[in-house]
């Protein structure tokens, strides 16, 4: 899965304004799912698509401020 595949589908699953943390769990539960067993390889991948996430859909989040 793409990163851009990856962040429409967690932005699908979500309903209204989450926190951030919200996010981040929901985008490390779809890299569990897809088969991904390393910490390191997931925290490596976890970085860079939270914040595509924020920057795609800044509405989502509820916390903040951001200025990314």
Do not use: C
Not at 10 to 34: D, N
């Amino acid at each position: 899965m793409t990163q851009k595949e990856l962040i429409d589908k967690v932005h699908g699953e979500l309903s209204g304004r989450v926190p951030f943390a919200e996010v981040v769990h929901r985008i490390a539960k779809t890299f569990v799912q897809e088969g991904e067993t390393n910490f390191r390889t997931l925290f490596a991948r976890l970085e860079p698509a939270s914040s595509a996430y924020v920057y795609a859909y800044l509405d989502d989040v509820s916390d903040g401020p951001w200025d990314i």
